[in-house]
Each structure stands twice: as structure tokens, then as C-alpha cells.
């Protein structure tokens, strides 16, 4: 019920089109949804949250959707571009409690 | 600037030799932590520390110890009964009396790459 499942575990995407990845849990008391960002070499870093009182949330190219019915959550980069490509992790936890992470997804954007 | 700093960032280590990697953070957080990474595995918890001289055991803790003496400082120890120590090691914290979203947010070192000749 702790794990958070990520998919799909690599990406290519061609420069100006639309990255999509997908997380799904199972445990109903998470109640904050980040996405990490890592490019080569370096540590994670936050990229965009969710709580599940609202359905969407954007910011700049970045959008997080969130079902909480099914119980899954996306992360879409619009306009992908090369700077974009690094490897992204999404979370979920209770507050105060230790995150639970995905296994990443590797997105290559192409030129 | 405010942020954490792990050293070194790469370590070779010989079989059978402890070494201790450093996590210093000047971010007045309470709470630190130790992960793992393995390509394809993601991130997976090692130890982590609420409070000073306080810490619990993550995921994958055999084979590693911490000390939490220090509010800035959570060195992680990867001892020789670490069967595959090989792995990039990240440390983070949080400020955990954060509330709202905040309270999962956390930052992150620029890793350490351990390797075991």
C-alpha cells in the first residue's frame, strides 16, 4: 500500500511535443503529491506539487493532473524541449511523513 | 547560500573497508535523510533523522549506520557488511514542522558516488 508506481521507465520525445508520465498509488491518506526533477550527476530536486483537493495544477510548461478516483496522477511537459531531458520521480505522502517515491522515468527530448 | 553539502562526492572503497560519507545542511532543517540509488530503482530510504540524536531505520538500512549529533550533520557509514554498496548516495532534509504540502518537500545534496573496487 506504501509503493507508488511510475510509468513509463524511459521517454524519447521530440522537441515541442507533449511528455507525459504517469504515477498511480494506493494508499487513500496520501494527501501530497510532488514531482522531483534530476538532471545527470545531480540531486533530485522539486519540481511541482499537488494536494488532492484540486484536479489540476499548473506551472509554466508543467502540469500536474490528478485523479483521485483512479487514483493516479500525471505529470505533462508541454512544448518538451532538449533541457528538459532528465530523469523525473513522483511522490506521494501523508503530512509529516516520510515520502514514498517512483522508480523515475528517463525523458530524452530529441532536437 | 543556504542548501546541503555531501562529501566526498566520489569514494572508492576496497572490500571489507567502512567508509563514511558527509551530509551537512545550513537549511535550520529538522529532519534529514539518507537515500539510495540504483538505476532503475529509484530512490530508496536508507535512514533518516527527525530530530537530533534521533534516527530511524529506512527501507534498506543493513549494512549502513548514521549518527544525528548534530542538528547540521547526518554522516551515513557504509560498513563492510554492505553487500553491494557500488550505488550513488543522496542525502536531503525537510523542515518537518512544515505544514500543508510543504511538509513532503524535500532538498537534496549533489549526491555521492560510491564505488567498491
Known amino acids: 500500500q506504501q509503493q507508488v508506481k511510475q510509468s513509463p521507465q524511459s521517454l524519447i520525445v521530440q522537441k515541442g511535443g507533449i511528455s507525459i508520465i504517469n504515477c498511480a498509488y494506493e494508499?487513500?491518506?496520501?494527501?501530497?503529491f510532488p514531482w522531483y526533477q534530476q538532471f545527470p550527476g545531480k540531486g533530485p530536486a522539486l519540481l511541482i506539487a499537488?494536494?488532492?483537493?484540486?484536479s489540476e495544477k499548473k506551472e509554466g510548461r508543467f502540469t500536474i493532473s490528478f485523479n483521485k478516483s483512479a487514483k493516479q496522477f500525471s505529470l505533462h511537459i508541454m512544448d518538451s524541449q532538449p533541457g528538459d531531458s532528465a530523469t523525473y520521480f513522483c511522490?506521494?505522502?501523508?503530512?509529516?511523513?516520510?515520502?514514498?517515491f517512483g522508480t523515475g522515468t528517463r525523458l530524452l527530448v530529441s532536437p | 547560500d543556504g542548501g546541503i553539502t555531501q562529501s566526498p562526492k566520489y569514494l572508492f572503497r576496497k572490500e571489507g573497508q567502512n567508509v563514511t560519507l558527509s551530509c551537512e545542511q545550513n537549511l535550520n532543517h529538522d529532519a534529514m535523510y539518507w537515500y539510495r540509488q540504483d538505476p532503475g530503482q529509484g530512490l530508496r530510504l536508507i535512514y533518516y533523522s527527525q530530530i537530533v540524536n534521533d534516527f530511524q531505520k529506512g527501507d534498506i538500512a543493513e549494512g549502513y549506520s548514521v549518527s544525528r549529533e548534530k542538528k547540521e550533520s547526518f554522516p551515513l557509514t557504509v560498513t563492510s557488511a554492505q553487500k553491494n554498496p557500488t550505488a550513488f548516495y543522496l542525502c536531503?532534509?525537510?523542515?518537518?514542522?512544515?505544514?500543508?504540502?510543504?511538509?513532503?518537500?524535500?532538498?537534496f545534496g549533489e549526491g555521492s558516488r560510491l564505488t567498491v573496487l
Open positions: 511522490a506521494a505522502n501523508r503530512s509529516f511523513q516520510k515520502l514514498v
Open positions: 536531503a532534509s525537510s523542515n518537518a514542522r512544515a505544514t500543508g504540502g510543504q511538509a513532503g518537500e524535500l532538498f
Open positions: 499537488i494536494r488532492p483537493d484540486v
Open positions: 494508499n487513500t491518506a496520501f494527501d501530497y
